[in-house]
């Protein structure tokens, strides 16, 4: 494998795993299901199986649990060995929720464990597992209205601003 192969896979892996984030923070099933092949299999320890199905079933609870998500990523490790990957990355979620009239932000911490698959060309997750390091839940004291008050709002949908400037971003997006 060239050089040049494990740069472009690299930044390809990179660019499925904001992929994936965006997806879980835009509750975009579609493209979150982009980040994965379909037969691709998800374990979190509590939610375990094809990836896809787990798509299905998380977006569900992210909407009604949630008012809002935000996925971060941090630094990632890969090793590229022909047409697989092992990827590790280091990621920490936000979720914001009001429950019982308190609002909390909680906060975990942890690792994807990846292995990708570049098939017909295109590299996405086949085998993912999930480990988590921390868990964290905060009371708010700010209401967030009051906070965010001038603020451009972030979206959960296919109506959130980044859609007007990232349309190609999902699974149909053209090779470059």
Not at 66 to 78: C, R
Not at 132 to 158: C, I, K, M, T, Y
Not at 165 to 173: E, F, K, R
Request: negative net charge; hydrophobic residues 35%.
């Amino acid at each position: 494998m060239d050089q040049l192969d494990v740069l472009w896979s690299e930044r390809e892996i990179r660019t499925v795993l904001q992929r994936y984030c965006r997806g879980l923070d835009r509750l975009d099933a579609e493209l979150l299901k982009s980040a994965y092949h379909e037969d691709a299999h998800d374990d979190r320890g509590v939610i375990r199986g094809n990836a896809h199905a787990f798509v299905d079933q998380i977006l569900p609870i992210l909407r009604q649990a949630y008012t809002g998500t935000l996925h971060t990523l941090h630094g990632s490790t890969i090793e590229i060995d022909g047409d697989t990957a092992g990827v590790e990355t280091y990621c920490t979620a936000y979720h914001y929720l009001e429950r019982d009239g308190v609002k909390r932000v909680e906060q975990y911490a942890g690792r994807y464990v990846d292995r990708f698959e570049r098939r017909d060309g295109a590299w996405k997750i086949a085998r993912r597992l999930v480990l988590n390091e921390w868990n964290l839940v905060q009371e708010v004291p700010l209401d967030p209205a009051e906070a965010q008050a001038g603020f451009n709002p972030s979206l959960r949908d296919r109506t959130d601003a980044s859609y007007q400037v990232l349309p190609l971003n999902g699974p149909d997006a053209p090779t470059l």
